[in-house]
């Protein structure tokens, strides 16, 4: 076996931190990564507040939220708008902030060519019998940010039919989508009130957004998938028969062109084509990016109403000529946390292979792809004690790169450590390579573009960092 080495991407413009090096064990079978020199994207991040949202522009710009409080609950929580340009160039830290009795959402972000628009949520009087929910925006460039739009207000109580959780455990939930696709940003929510719950949607073309328009009933977990040719899905689930102890829960989608905005909804039972009471998870809907084959993965539990044992297993659906083809298994057993992406012909999911259904139990990391639409293969266990949310996705010469933090034990404890592996379509991976040596505190997360490759991980200094990529 070779040694170990290091291997520094040339011309990436960094911060170098002193004593920050990426090491990497042993010699890939394929490709073999070369990550550049770690630079800071925020710091002073609170300690294990989960995953920070971050998003990657065609143009190679990095955007991401740093929370203010690593506890989601806590009122008067919000978050830090950064970015950082491929030549360097910064964002002066944005600071969203919420008033003392409200408690802001981690943003959803997309970003586009020099701009990315930053939507969420802030719920007022969290811990009341009624409040205020508002979904927000705002369109940031290297230069500064824009003033914050509020789309859409209103209270909330309850006497609210069939009320869902916001992230706080406390009245309803909007968890908005948004996606930049021919010139145009596209936002989805969830908006619930007393008389007319339903699922929203409007559009910007670099400015503020327009009017909203439904897409009729939906109520949980809206996300804007994959998509060319100026195309685009939203998909959503439908939580009302769940609720209602039906033990199934549809899932709804609608196709979005520019010239006719989106379609009338379509829907099919997760479980179609899969024997047994089933439903799908209430948590886990994920779906391709923006500007990649359309596909959609979720979770899929059994609604054990025989008292037997539980079946968890995780269901693929793909782009069809009318939406998306019948539901397929892709993994059959326990899962949680997924991750999805596609490009040049493979689709690659990456989960925990989970003891439990709980969605950050974390366990076995696991990566599974399918390529030119065959079915999925063996799925390849790259940690056996991963920390949960892995991160999946696919550069456009098909290689598939994935991230995750290894749970490993030392004499001072557990201690969470970023790591990253590649693979050629349908290859072996790569052995993995470590961000480090200090530790990270979460799973980091992968970016690729046409072009390029970005891992952003957060670091035991509490200092959000990012790193350039190539194979």
Request: aromatic share 8%.
């Amino acid at each position: 076996m070779r040694p170990n080495r290091l291997v520094a991407a040339a011309g990436v413009a960094a911060v170098v931190w002193l004593g920050l090096v990426v090491v990497q064990s042993g010699v890939a079978a394929g490709p073999v990564l070369s990550v550049g020199a770690p630079f800071a994207l925020g710091s002073g991040v609170p300690a294990g507040f989960g995953v920070a949202p971050s998003a990657l522009g065609p143009d190679g710009t990095i955007w991401a939220a740093v929370p203010t409080s690593d506890d989601d609950r806590v009122e008067g929580r919000g978050f830090v708008i950064v970015a950082r340009a491929v030549d360097g160039q910064k964002l002066a830290p944005v600071i969203v902030s919420a008033s003392a009795d409200s408690i802001a959402s981690s943003p959803a972000i997309s970003a586009s060519v020099g701009a990315a628009t930053f939507v969420w949520e802030t719920q007022r009087d969290a811990y009341g019998s009624s409040g205020v929910v508002a979904v927000t925006a705002r369109r940031c460039t290297l230069a500064g940010c824009t003033p914050v739009q509020t789309l859409a207000s209103w209270r909330w109580g309850n006497d609210n039919e069939n009320p869902t959780p916001f992230p706080t455990g406390v009245g309803p939930a909007a968890e908005p989508a948004v996606a930049s696709v021919a010139g145009r940003t596209v936002v989805v929510f969830w908006r619930e009130s007393v008389r007319d719950p339903q699922m929203v949607w409007a559009q910007s073309r670099g400015g503020s957004f327009g009017s909203l328009h439904s897409l009729g009933a939906g109520s949980l977990e809206p996300i804007l998938v994959g998509g060319s040719g100026g195309r685009l899905f939203a998909v959503w689930l439908d939580a009302d028969a769940y609720f209602d102890e039906a033990y199934v829960v549809p899932v709804h989608w609608a196709r979005w062109s520019p010239s006719t905005g989106f379609t009338r909804p379509r829907s099919f039972i997760g479980g179609e084509g899969v024997p047994g009471n089933e439903f799908v998870s209430l948590t886990g809907l994920v779906g391709t990016p923006v500007g990649s084959t359309p596909a959609i993965a979720w979770v899929q539990e059994d609604a054990n109403t025989g008292g037997g044992p539980h079946v968890n297993r995780i269901m693929v659906a793909r782009q069809s000529v009318n939406g998306f083809a019948k539901p397929v298994v892709a993994y059959n057993k326990v899962a949680s946390a997924l991750s999805l992406a596609s490009g040049d012909g493979v689709l690659a999911l990456a989960f925990n292979a989970s003891s439990g259904i709980e969605v950050d139990s974390g366990g076995p990391m696991m990566v599974q792809t399918s390529i030119h639409g065959a079915p999925f293969g063996r799925a390849v266990e790259l940690d056996s004690n991963a920390a949960p949310f892995p991160s999946v996705s696919v550069t456009t010469d098909g290689h598939v790169l994935a991230g995750w933090g290894s749970l490993q034990f030392q004499p001072s404890g557990e201690v969470i450590f970023a790591e990253l592996a590649i693979a050629p379509a349908g290859g072996a991976f790569s052995p993995p390579t470590t961000l480090g040596p200090q530790a990270g505190v979460e799973s980091p997360t992968v970016h690729t573009n046409d072009a390029q490759a970005f891992a952003v991980w957060q670091s035991s200094t509490r200092d959000l960092l990012g790193a350039q990529v190539t194979p």
